[in-house]
């Protein structure tokens, strides 16, 4: 069975440890509405995906 040399301390664990952290979403506003999009995504609201209508809504009630 595998045994380690020696044991890492908190410490030393924890400094290791220090740069994984959650970086925050990549929001850009919508070139036709103008709403907070994530990139690469449809806008929810208007429906448009880089300026060009991707989701026709039936009724503009939505």
Same mark, same amino acid.
């Given at each position: 069975m595998? &045994? /380690? @040399?020696s044991?890492?301390? @908190?410490?030393r664990k924890r @400094?290791?440890?220090t740069h994984y952290k959650a970086e925050? /979403? +990549?929001v850009m506003?919508?070139?036709n509405?103008? +709403?907070p999009v994530l990139r &690469? &995504?449809?806008c929810d609201e208007c429906g448009h995906y880089r300026g060009k209508p #991707?989701? #026709?809504?039936? %009724? %503009?009630d939505y």
């Open positions: 595998a &045994h /380690p @040399k044991r890492i301390s @908190k410490q @400094k290791r440890r925050a /979403p +990549n506003s919508c070139s509405c103008g +709403n &690469h &995504h449809i #991707v989701i #026709v809504y039936e %009724d %503009d």
